[in-house]
């Protein structure tokens, strides 16, 4: 008890570089081997043995494999990894009812039972390490009041003394809140990004900052991340009580007893859990996933997830699942074994139950463009597929974030459907780059000649030392004349210096701000100052 209010210690597991560890037991290879997992590219996780001979996450592939020749490639596979962490799961269930799995390679479940079993949170972290390590996998555990200090803790191998969660977070680096998707939501990276620029790097250090001005200047998710940082719960929004009739079940008939089936049957189970929880405004954050068998038995799991989960979301954690219990199982007879040294399944499924264990107001989150059920994303892509039939691949591109010095280089256009990878690598250094923010228009087709004048009414001009001829003060375009008020720069370039279809080796930028409350953002080059994009 503390202050009259008992105090839920929660126990995480983390299996370090599981899809690497995943597919090094599918393809039958140790552990110990270097083995790398990549995604568009580049290395996603990588062994152990694949570090200490000089691979590292964000490797290209390339780079890989002539530092460690004898490296082992998969590719990314999520089913793969989901499916193979279930005898994790159902191994640490053994001695830790309620295990939640976070993500293939992390799971969850209240300290309580195991500490008050095993008589302490040192013992039963010891034992649930022992079990987990008779299945040939690394694992660590980590102990907290809060689950996501938990996840942190598990990094370390850490229990986190009672109400001690915002001093074992403070000298962590803030790059710690967006390093683990089970939970933070990718765009917590670009977060933690510019609270580094801004002299931010300790977790502590943004602890120390008023919640009110976190609210206003970052946003919803960076409230939530501040509350982690000061060691409280990660979901500070209120729940809404669930009603009993947004459980959906189906009778499988004929039994599920092949993952192709069950990938069909988890689509439709999902699309209908969704719509009720659409009528009842609600979006679920805990889902537990409920399997009835041919031979009697119950299997159950439940996933929680950093973010609600769309229909897709749901589809897919529904298929992982149900891959795990069909293909590898967990309550076979002693001896029943597959080729990778797993128990065989229970059975063919013969029915199917979704229930929402937690769920929010679906108005306290905001879904993308297309909508929130995956439905309206599908017709999307459709129409899209068909513009492209009609006018060729390139008529319908996305955006990628690349590298480059200019806004416009930062730009990479791929045609929609096919893989989104960047022209030039975003996180390599780029000397001489426009710091942030971008303009958010951009004139790249045709760029507006503009003339900067002094105050005297002089042109000002770029030399070849890098130096402006004077203070900007004017800017004339065809709208008008304007007052600079405040200009920042210039930011020099000297590219592409050896090639011949470059007029001039030097480029600069200017960033002003008018009386007219315009910003806006010109580069000088051979053809005088044209406007390059503007600051809405």
């Known amino acids: 008890m503390n202050g009259g209010t008992t105090i839920s210690r929660t126990l995480v597991v983390w299996c370090p570089d599981w899809p690497a560890v995943a597919a090094a037991r599918l393809a039958g290879h140790p552990v110990a081997d270097p083995v790398a997992v990549f995604h568009a590219n580049r290395v996603q996780a990588c062994t152990t043995a694949a570090r200490n001979e000089g691979v590292h996450l964000g490797q290209r592939r390339r780079d890989a494999q002539s530092r460690c020749p ?44 195991p500490a008050r ?105 960076a409230v939530q991340a501040h509350r982690l940082a000061r060691g409280l719960a990660e979901r500070g929004v209120s729940r809404r009580q669930i009603p009993d009739e947004l459980t959906v079940e189906q009778t499988c008939d004929p039994p599920l007893d092949r993952v192709d089936t069950a990938a069909f049957a988890a689509r439709a189970l999902a699309d209908r859990f969704h719509t009720r929880l659409a009528d009842a405004g609600l979006a679920c954050t805990r889902l537990a996933i409920i399997a009835d068998t041919e031979r009697g038995s119950r299997l159950s799991r439940i996933w929680r997830c950093a973010k609600p989960l769309t229909a897709a979301a749901t589809a897919d954690r529904l298929r992982w699942q149900l891959d795990g219990w069909l293909t590898v199982g967990r309550t076979a007879r002693p001896g029943d074994l597959t ?122 001009l770029f030399t070849g030392r890098g130096l402006l001829t004077g203070s900007p003060a004017w800017v004339d375009q065809q709208g008008g004349r304007q007052h600079i008020d405040a200009w920042a720069g210039p930011w020099v370039l000297d590219e592409r210096w050896w090639a011949n279809d470059t007029p001039t080796r030097y480029l600069s930028r200017l960033q002003v701000v008018t009386d007219a409350g315009v910003a806006m953002l010109m580069r000088f080059g051979a053809d005088g100052w044209q406007l390059e994009g503007v600051y809405d």
């Open 339 to 460: 080729e990778d040294g797993y128990p065989q399944g229970p059975g063919a499924i013969v029915r199917l139950t979704l229930e929402p264990v937690e769920a929010i107001g679906a108005g306290l989150i905001q879904y993308g463009l297309w909508g929130s059920d995956g439905q309206d994303d599908q017709r999307a892509g459709w129409a899209f597929a068909r513009v492209q039939g009609l006018l060729g691949p390139e008529s319908v591109v996305t955006p990628v974030l690349s590298g480059g010095r200019g806004p416009a280089d930062r730009i990479t256009l791929v045609p929609w459907g096919e893989e989104k990878t960047a022209q030039r690598d975003p996180s390599a250094p780029w000397p001489g780059a426009l710091p942030a923010p971008s303009p958010t228009r951009l004139a790249t087709s045709d760029p507006e000649n503009v003339t900067v004048l002094d105050a005297a009414g002089r042109p000002v």
């Open 117 to 221: 079993y095993f008589g302490s949170e040192i013992a039963a972290a010891e034992k649930i390490v022992d079990i987990v390590e008779s299945l040939n996998v690394e694992c660590r555990v980590g102990v907290a009041d809060v689950l996501a200090v938990a996840v942190l803790a598990s990094r370390s191998s850490t229990i986190v003394p009672p109400a001690g969660s915002a001093e074992f977070c403070a000298p962590l680096p803030i790059t710690e809140l967006a390093r683990d998707p089970a939970i933070s939501p990718p765009e917590r990276a670009a977060l933690t990004d510019l609270l580094v620029r801004l002299g931010i790097t300790t977790i502590g250090a943004f602890a120390a900052l008023p919640e009110i001005k976190v609210a206003t200047r970052f946003g919803a998710d």
């Open 70 to 113: 004898n490296l082992h490639i998969a590719r990314a596979d999520p089913d793969r990894d989901a499916r193979l962490f279930e005898p994790v799961a159902a191994a640490v269930e053994t001695i830790a009812p309620g295990v939640e799995i976070l993500r293939p390679g992390v799971l969850a479940c209240s300290a309580r039972g």
